[in-house]
């Protein structure tokens, strides 16, 4: 027996009653329910220093996971501090295999891939080179095109990547989320947020520069099998507390990600958890998500 069960039943005979132990037992497991079960697990670690090791192990384990059941993994990347954090922690890991990893982006700037504003660029620069993705594993948008034509040609190339679903699957997205609650190139209150029938869509007035964009919508991000945000820093807390214990108005960006059968993080440190009263875990560094 257990060390901790013969603890337990001794504290039990010594201090409660039958009706206190069944309240107990209901207590954690409405607590279990609430962190875990609700189908999103907010995540905080002390500071971002911490944070990212945490999120490279989750990042190899849906791999780990994916390879084994379909061959591939496919992985959803944004820009924003994503770009240093995983280009410093995913080659960190020992024996990390990237040879069938498919990587697309859950948005990008429509700018030259040379020009500092290429997500692709950063990535190519900070992490590609560093770990042994093939440049056919990787899905990029044409620069050279009318955003409205990048769109289409993006779409097109994410359902030749993804040839037998009618909206391609993702194994893993990471995201990020503005100070305004915009995730992906979805800003509040822009129509794009109500579209149903694009997978991709071209977006020219962008309130945050580069204006032109082009992004996954809602239907092709709720789709993934796991969403990952990323959120760190004290200037995210007012918008963390709207997105993820609720506010005035409609729904922020961020806040209408729910994957519709897959899993969804919020990894936070400490500063961007600041204001939050709902029920979070504290795993420590060594976090296995
Ligand atoms: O395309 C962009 O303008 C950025 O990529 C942006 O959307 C970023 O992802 C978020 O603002 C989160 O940024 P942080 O990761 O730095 O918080």
């Given at each position: 027996m257990s060390p901790l069960l013969v603890h337990w039943l001794i504290?039990?005979?010594?201090?409660?009653?039958?009706?206190?132990?069944?309240?107990?037992?209901?207590?954690?497991?409405?607590?279990?329910?609430?962190?875990?079960?609700?189908?999103?697990?907010?995540?905080?670690?002390?500071?971002?220093a911490e944070l990212g090791p945490a999120l490279a192990h989750l990042v190899a384990s849906r791999a780990d996971k994916a390879l084994l059941d379909h061959g591939r993994f496919s992985l959803g990347l944004s820009g924003?501090?994503?770009?240093?954090?995983?280009?410093?922690?995913?080659?960190?890991?020992?024996?990390?295999?990237?040879?069938?990893w498919l990587a697309g982006f859950c948005d990008e700037r429509l700018v030259p891939f040379n020009d500092g504003e290429s997500t692709y660029g950063l990535y190519k620069n900070q992490l590609f080179?560093?770990?042994?993705?093939?440049?056919?594993?990787?899905?990029?948008?044409?620069?050279?095109?009318?955003?409205?034509?990048?769109?289409?040609?993006?779409?097109?190339?994410?359902?030749?990547?993804f040839p037998k679903e009618d909206i391609p699957v993702f194994d893993l997205l990471l995201l990020g989320?503005?100070?305004?609650?915009?995730?992906?190139?979805?800003?509040?209150?822009?129509?794009?947020?109500?579209?149903?029938?694009?997978?991709?869509?071209?977006?020219?007035?962008?309130?945050?520069p580069p204006p032109q964009r082009v992004t996954m919508t809602?239907?092709?991000?709720?789709?993934?099998?796991?969403?990952?945000?990323?959120?760190?820093?004290?200037?995210?807390a007012p918008v963390l507390k709207q997105v993820l214990e609720g506010g005035e108005g409609p729904a922020l960006p961020a806040a209408r990600v729910v994957p519709s059968h897959g899993e969804l993080f919020w990894l936070i440190?400490?500063?961007?958890?600041?204001?939050?009263?709902l029920q979070v875990e504290r795993p420590g560094s060594a976090a296995k998500l």
């Open positions: 504290l039990k005979q010594l201090f409660f009653d039958k009706h206190q132990v069944r309240l107990i037992v209901l207590q954690v497991y409405c607590l279990h329910k609430t962190v875990r079960m609700s189908g999103r697990r907010v995540v905080v670690f002390p500071s971002a924003g501090s994503l770009v240093s954090m995983l280009s410093k922690e995913l080659p960190a890991l020992p024996d990390l295999d990237c040879s069938h080179s560093k770990i042994n993705i093939p440049d056919s594993g990787v899905l990029v948008i044409d620069p050279s095109l009318s955003v409205q034509e990048c769109a289409e040609d993006y779409a097109r190339k994410l359902k030749e990547a989320m503005g100070p305004d609650g915009h995730t992906c190139s979805l800003f509040p209150d822009h129509p794009l947020l109500e579209e149903t029938q694009k997978i991709v869509a071209p977006i020219d007035d962008s309130p945050k809602f239907p092709m991000v709720n789709l993934a099998r796991c969403v990952v945000f990323v959120s760190t820093g004290g200037s995210k440190d400490e500063p961007a958890a600041a204001s939050l009263t």
